[in-house]
T-cell receptor
Framework: KQEVTQIPAALSVPEGENLVLNCSFT??????LQWFRQDPGKGLTSLLL?????REQTSGRLNASLDKSSGRSTLYIAASQPGDSATYLC?????????FGTGTSLTVIP | GAGVSQSPRYKVAKRGQDVALRCDPI?????LFWYQQALGQGPEFLTY????????KSGLPSDRFFAERPEGSVSTLKIQRTQQEDSAVYLC?????????????FGSGTRLTVV
């Protein structure tokens, strides 16, 4: 069974700092890797989708990379803002199932 | 619709009560998924539909859980004789075609509390 791990579990940074969230997965036979944001009491908002043939995707201040061979993905957030405070989840997809990590809880301090 | 809609947003059930959770996917989305998210955990897969066909129900935790999508659009997740361990957020997601080239859109979830 696919195991997805996210490090760190929680992160607190001052506003304006660049930061990296890490995701690792045990089975490299994935179709894609997706990063989500979850605000307290809310559902999941898709941030970036990296297909298995791709190495990275960018959207605004966010950049996600994928290294299937090593079973790793990173989410880079540039110039963090208080509004970025949320839990960030990565999910590896295979056979119409997402395998989620437990998330990184990010707090950006004004 | 513009997004995936789930109702109710919150549900409190007494232990032993049956509950039904509804999901309205994005119009035209073929694939529909249910996930269960316990407090402090990532979502875990429950079941998957393509149109009205339930293609995978391997994640349903017990035979008290039942999902249907009779007309290939709205789906209902039913939990019979609820137990305290069923307390969680139940998330629904839909995808245009469920394949590896499409992303998924999640709803806001139904928070079920069993007392």
């Amino acid at each position: 069974k696919q195991e997805v791990t996210q490090i760190p579990a929680a992160l607190s940074v001052p506003e304006g700092e660049n930061l990296v969230l890490n995701c690792s997965f045990t089975d490299s036979a994935i179709y894609n890797l997706q990063w989500f944001r979850q605000d307290p009491g809310k559902g999941l908002t898709s941030l970036l989708l990296i297909q298995s043939s791709q190495r990275e995707q960018t959207s605004g201040r966010l950049n996600a990379s994928l290294d299937k061979s090593s079973g790793r993905s990173t989410l880079y957030i540039a110039a963090s803002q208080p509004g970025d405070s949320a839990t960030y989840l990565c999910a590896a997809e295979r056979s119409n199932q997402f395998y989620f990590g437990t998330g990184t809880s990010l707090t950006v301090i004004p | 619709g513009a997004g995936v809609s789930q109702s109710p947003r919150y549900k409190v059930a007494k232990r032993g009560q049956d509950v039904a959770l509804r999901c309205d996917p994005i119009s035209g989305h073929v694939s529909l998924f249910w996930y269960q998210q316990a407090l402090g955990q990532g979502p875990e897969f429950l079941t998957y539909f393509q149109n009205e066909a339930q293609l995978d129900k391997s994640g349903l935790p017990s035979d008290r859980f039942f999902a249907e999508r009779p007309e290939g659009s709205v789906s209902t997740l039913k939990i019979q004789r609820t137990q305290q361990e069923d307390s969680a957020v139940y998330l629904c997601a839909s995808s245009l075609n469920g394949g590896p080239h499409y992303g998924y859109t999640f709803g806001s979830g139904t928070r079920l509390t069993v007392v």
